[in-house]
T-cell receptor, first 113, second 115 residues
Framework: KNQVEQSPQSLIILEGKNCTLQCNYTVSPFSNLRWYKQDTGRGPVSLTI?????NTKSNGRYTATLDADTKQSSLHITASQLSDSASYICVVSVQGGSYIPTFGRGTSLIVHP | DSGVTQTPKHLITATGQRVTLRCSPRSGDLSVYWYQQSLDQGLQFLIQ???????AKGNILERFSAQQFPDLHSELNLSSLELGDSALYFC??????????????FGEGSRLTVL
């Protein structure tokens, strides 16, 4: 069964600090992995996309990594800001067929001043 | 702005009632997805339509139904509402199904409160 597990479930950090969120998946055959950011009460927005051949991709202060061998991904946030407070959702897609991506439950990040 | 429009933004109704949520996908997107997000829960996939046809079903209750119209907008119908149906309902669209990077573009959601 295709599954996406995220950790930690929630995280509280101080403004300016760095943090790393984890995503483990069992989705197969792998096509791509996206990290979405969901502000409270808003729709998720894609931050990055990782394909099989990519190890690292950055989007401003967000850096995603992918280890396709161990089926793990991480999202590193540098110099956190109050606006980073949100839920971060890992979403993995399979190749071909009916395109229904598998969503993780998300990591809730709270950045305190 | 994702380009996906959902109406209404907020809806309060009573148990046993029926409501319809509407979604207009991004211009050119053929696939529409519906998700349910209960308080502090993850996004639960309900159903997908592609160019007017139902393509996949997730954890959608029999009391819920959806359709996609020729102009590609979609409606999610929720009937015999129960307290537990209170949630945020998101619509998302993508260009196509299957091959491709498949980014989902989400609307701002419809918040349903059942009293």
């Amino acid at each position: 069964k295709n599954q996406v597990e995220q950790s930690p479930q929630s995280l509280i950090i101080l403004e300016g600090k760095n943090c790393t969120l984890q995503c483990n998946y069992t989705v197969s055959p792998f096509s791509n992995l996206r990290w979405y950011k969901q502000d409270t009460g808003r729709g998720p927005v894609s931050l990055t996309i990782m394909t099989f051949s990519e190890n690292t991709k950055s989007n401003g202060r967000y850096t995603a990594t992918l280890d396709a061998d161990t089926k793990q991904s991480s999202l590193h946030i540098t110099a956190s800001q109050l606006s980073d407070s949100a839920s971060y959702i890992c979403v993995v897609s399979v190749q071909g067929g009916s395109y229904i991506p598998t969503f993780g439950r998300g990591t809730s990040l709270i950045v305190h001043p | 702005d994702s380009g996906v429009t959902q109406t209404p933004k907020h809806l309060i109704t009573a148990t046993g009632q029926r409501v319809t949520l509407r979604c207009s996908p991004r211009s050119g997107d053929l696939s529409v997805y519906w998700y349910q997000q209960s308080l502090d829960q993850g996004l639960q996939f309900l159903i997908q339509y592609y160019n007017g046809e139902e393509r996949a079903k997730g954890n959608i209750l029999e009391r819920f139904s959806a359709q996609q119209f020729p102009d590609l907008h979609s409606e999610l119908n929720l009937s015999s509402l129960e307290l537990g149906d209170s949630a945020l309902y998101f619509c998302a669209s993508s260009v196509r199904q299957g091959v491709g990077t498949g980014e989902l573009f989400f609307g701002e959601g419809s918040r349903l409160t059942v009293l």
